[in-house]
């Protein structure tokens, strides 16, 4: 029997993704996902063992497609703008692909992390094993290496980003064009920090 078809299984992640939009991850059944794609519930199972195979296929594929460019915009020079651009990708990205960001605003936990199987949980911590390499590569690039750098960019890349996207996700507004402007502002003034932790004072 051939390998089922990618085209097949991002359809199937297709339907599922819509259905967390409109519902959240409880949302997300066999027999939900086989109604939304027109498809039999047997194929499902045919490419996913389970729920919490196809939901660890769905959070993981949304990650990863996320990771793509994020890791893109760390890795760039100078140093002090791939921070600007990390920050601006996850806005970006985000106004782009509302219900993938819907996925990722929730988080693993949510999506019966716990019953992954193995494989998944391995591709798991490989990409936040990418993000929190390229996150430490990137403060040794700006002259700063200590562990509260490194916590200082995961604020200014991820955390405030994401808080700004979470917030106009839960009014049901969408996203401002002045958003970008916003997070790269954030980000630049929390770069703008001494090696020591402290901001430079402003004159």
């Given at each position: 029997?051939?390998?089922p078809?990618?085209?097949d299984?991002?359809?199937?992640?297709?339907?599922?993704?819509?259905?967390?939009?409109?519902?959240?991850?409880?949302?997300?059944?066999?027999?939900?996902?086989a109604?939304?794609?027109?498809a039999?519930?047997?194929?499902?199972?045919?490419?996913?063992?389970?729920?919490?195979a196809?939901?660890?296929a769905?959070?993981?594929?949304?990650?990863?497609?996320?990771?793509e460019?994020?890791?893109?915009?760390?890795?760039a020079?100078?140093?002090?703008?791939?921070?600007?651009?990390?920050?601006?990708?996850?806005?970006?990205?985000?106004?782009?692909?509302?219900?993938?960001?819907?996925?990722?605003?929730?988080g693993?936990?949510?999506?019966?992390?716990?019953?992954?199987?193995?494989?998944a949980?391995?591709?798991?911590?490989?990409?936040?094993?990418?993000v929190?390499?390229?996150?430490?590569d990137?403060?040794?690039?700006?002259?700063?290496?200590e562990?509260?750098?490194?916590?200082?960019?995961?604020?200014?890349?991820?955390?405030?980003p994401?808080?700004t996207?979470?917030?106009?996700?839960?009014?049901?507004?969408?996203?401002?064009?002045?958003?970008?402007?916003?997070v790269?502002?954030?980000?630049?003034?929390?770069i703008?920090?001494?090696?020591?932790?402290?901001?430079?004072?402003?004159r």
């Amino acid at each position: 029997m051939g390998r089922p078809s990618r085209h097949d299984i991002d359809r199937l992640l297709d339907a599922a993704a819509e259905l967390v939009a409109a519902g959240g991850p409880s949302a997300v059944t066999v027999s939900a996902v086989a109604r939304a794609a027109l498809a039999p519930s047997g194929s499902i199972y045919h490419r996913f063992p389970g729920r919490s195979a196809m939901l660890a296929a769905l959070w993981l594929r949304t990650a990863e497609r996320f990771q793509e460019g994020f890791l893109a915009a760390l890795n760039a020079d100078p140093p002090a703008r791939a921070v600007l651009d990390a920050a601006r990708h996850v806005v970006t990205w985000s106004r782009a692909h509302p219900d993938e960001t819907r996925i990722l605003l929730y988080g693993p936990a949510d999506f019966d992390g716990a019953n992954w199987p193995a494989e998944a949980r391995e591709r798991l911590e490989q990409g936040n094993g990418r993000v929190m390499s390229a996150l430490r590569d990137l403060a040794g690039r700006l002259g700063r290496d200590e562990p509260h750098d490194v916590e200082r960019l995961l604020l200014a890349t991820v955390d405030l980003p994401y808080a700004t996207v979470r917030r106009h996700h839960r009014s049901g507004e969408p996203i401002p064009a002045y958003a970008e402007d916003l997070v790269t502002g954030c980000a630049a003034a929390l770069i703008a920090g001494t090696a020591d932790g402290t901001t430079t004072p402003s004159r």
